[in-house]
């Protein structure tokens, strides 16, 4: 499904994102909801199928992917997990 942007509450410094940023699906349910700092993306970033179910989650740490990072299915059962480093 194609995904539309939306910012949800970030707020553009001189280059970079800051806060909470949201994507949508094109039918209007969250796609993805990350968070930045003035250092990138850090925290929580979750996925989302059109369906509201959380298709994946991880971690961010200064721009890259850390910890472990688990993708579902459509009915909340894992289908992979992968540790990416530490965070």
Do not use: A, M
């Not at 970079?16 to 994507?23: C, L, T």
């Not at 910890?67 to 990416?84: A, L, M, N, Q």
Request: proline share 2%; aromatic share 14%; with cysteine.
């Amino acid at each position: 499904s194609s995904t539309s942007r939306g910012l949800g509450d970030v707020y553009k410094r001189p280059g970079k994102y800051f806060g909470q940023f949201i994507s949508y699906h094109s039918d209007g349910s969250k796609s993805v909801v990350q968070h930045y700092t003035e250092k990138g993306c850090n925290g929580t970033d979750i996925g989302y199928f059109p369906s509201g179910i959380i298709q994946y989650t991880g971690k961010y740490k200064n721009g890259s992917q850390c910890g472990t990072w688990i993708h579902y299915d459509e009915t909340g059962k894992i289908t992979s997990s992968r540790k990416v480093g530490d965070c």
